[in-house]
Each structure stands twice: as C-alpha cells, then as structure tokens.
C-alpha cells in the first residue's frame, strides 16, 4: 500500500518559470516531510524538508509548502533552470527511523 | 564529515547465484541502517531497516535478506537470484528524526 503519492510521473517546464511537483500522504502520522532529487544511476540526494509544525519552509530557489488538513505538500523551484531536470521524490516519516517514499515525478526543464 | 560507500555499482549475477552487497558509513555512531529498491512505478521501496546492530526489520516479504554484523555496516543478501530481484539497490543511513543520506547504489542484472 502506498502511504506516500505522487501523482504526476513528468513534468515539463520552460526555463524560468515555476516548477511545482506535488506530493499526497495517506497516514496522518507522518510528521517530517522531504524532498530527493535524483539522478540516473545515481543515490537520491537530499533536497528540503518540513516539519509537520511547520506550513512553509524555503531555501533559495526551493520551497515546500505543507497543508495537513489535506495531507498534501508541494515543491515549488522557482526560477526553474535547465540544472533541475531530475526525479523528484517525496518521501515522508513518523518515527524519524522509517521513510517512505513516492513514486517520483520526472521534472524536464526546457531551456 | 560523515559518507556513505555502497559496492559494488553494477553487478551481473546469473539466476540462482547467491548475492551479497555491502554498504558502510564512516563519521557517525550507531547510525540507523536502509535498504532501499527503485522499482518502475513505485518508487524507492523500502527493504530493510536497522536501529542497531543485529537488529533488523523487514517491510517487504521477498528472496532478500539483511544483517549488521557491526555498526556502521550493512549487508544485503540472497541465497538464490531470481530474475525479478534485478533492480537499483540503494543504501542509506540517518540518524532519526533528520533526512536520510543515500550511497551512489548497485545496480544489479539478474541473467
């Protein structure tokens, strides 16, 4: 069963422009939240991270935004550069021992 | 600072040979443990965790095992190959209630 969704398997954005990738989670014990961009053939390397006391965390171009209500959080690269085309990944935690991870979105940043 | 060595990065095995794939942490204590495998569609699938040495839990029935024979080793393992272990094996560590940190991963071919 999966606890943690990605809806969208791609996304295409042009250079500059907003790049949101959006994340659902189905236990509403989760209560750290993350993103991993990953490269082919290579580990995921970490990315942002909220806590679930938190709504909004940013760090320059990244920002995750967390709504519990909806158990939704979303990723947004603003301005989106050609360098961002990777999987994305969500992943999501409630003991801080466990992550469980989505399905990744594809993100092509077109120049 | 701390780094994570996973080996080796691809691997050929033919069906029915045994497996064994070996990741170590340097520059942590008694960190917590994870085998990780990306799969089409489902994203990274968590294998297996460890809190401790000797200490391993299993979230997916499969041909896969694990061990921790010391603390800042981990080893995955399989008795006999089957064609549909083939995948991208990724180690990583934490240290609970952070982000995880992942090796470069093993691919590995079942033939």
């Known amino acids: 069963d999966q606890q943690v969704k990605q809806n969208s398997p791609s996304l295409s954005v042009q250079e500059g422009r907003i790049s949101i990738l959006n994340c659902d989670y189905t236990?509403?014990?989760?209560?750290?939240f993350l993103w991993y961009k990953k490269y082919p053939a290579e580990g995921p390397t970490f990315l942002i991270s909220i806590s679930s006391i938190k709504d909004k965390n940013e760090d320059g171009r990244f920002t995750v935004f967390l709504n519990k209500s909806a158990k939704h959080l979303s990723l947004h690269i603003v301005p989106s550069q050609p360098g961002d085309s990777a999987v994305y990944f969500c992943?999501?935690?409630?003991?801080?021992?466990?992550?469980?991870f989505g399905t990744g979105t594809s993100l092509t940043v077109i120049p | 600072s701390q780094t994570i060595h996973q080996w080796p990065a691809t691997l050929v095995q033919p069906v029915g040979s045994p497996l064994s794939l070996e990741c170590t942490v340097e520059g942590t204590s008694n960190p917590n443990l994870y085998w990780y495998r990306q799969a089409a569609g489902r994203g990274l699938q968590l294998l297996f965790y460890s809190v401790g040495i000797g200490q391993i839990s299993s979230e997916v029935p499969q041909n896969l095992s694990a061990s921790r024979p010391q603390d800042r080793q981990f080893i995955l393992s399989s008795k006999k190959l089957l064609l549909s272990d083939s995948g991208f094996y990724l180690c990583a560590w934490g240290t609970g209630g952070a982000e995880a940190f992942f090796g470069q991963g093993t691919r590995l071919t079942v033939v």
């Open positions: 236990n509403s014990m989760f209560d750290y």
């Open positions: 992943a999501a935690s409630y003991t801080g021992n466990q992550f469980y």
